[in-house]
């Protein structure tokens, strides 16, 4: 059966976003166990921090480095904007950055 090439990389994509959905809902359910939002509420900070960690390394593992880059809507904050510690680490400055960024965005 002749399956066009646009389909097959959208079947590859589909598989690939699989894996990735898979693997997140894996470490959920063994870090929760059933009840995410009561665990996050009820764990130290610290494994909160460490469970954090494991669903971005997840997430840094199924991302892709050579993706295309779209040059339409491609831009990068500075540090200023992005909302880093400099030049401020106190929530309301950096909702008044994220503001900032947005005002940019749009």
């Known amino acids: 059966m002749f399956v ?3 389909a097959q990389r959208g079947i590859k994509l ?3 976003l699989m894996d990735y ?3 997140f809902e894996t470490a959920i ?5 059933g009840d995410l939002f009561k665990e996050l509420i009820e764990r130290p900070n610290d494994e909160v921090f460490e469970f954090a960690e494991v669903l971005a390394l ?4 199924h991302s ?3 993706k295309r880059i779209n040059e339409n809507f491609s831009f990068i904050a ?3 904007l992005s ?9 309301d400055c950096r909702i008044k950055k994220l503001k900032d960024l947005t005002s940019f965005a749009t």
Do not use: Q, V, Y
Not at 29 to 33: P, V
Not at 83 to 91: A, I
């Open 4 to 6: 066009p090439r646009a």
């Open 14 to 16: 589909l598989e690939i």
């Open 21 to 23: 959905i898979e693997e």
């Open 29 to 33: 359910k063994l870090w929760a166990d």
């Open 58 to 61: 997840i997430t840094r593992n």
């Open 64 to 66: 892709s480095s050579n």
């Open 78 to 80: 500075n540090s200023a």
């Open 83 to 91: 909302g880093g510690r400099h030049p401020c680490s106190f929530p």
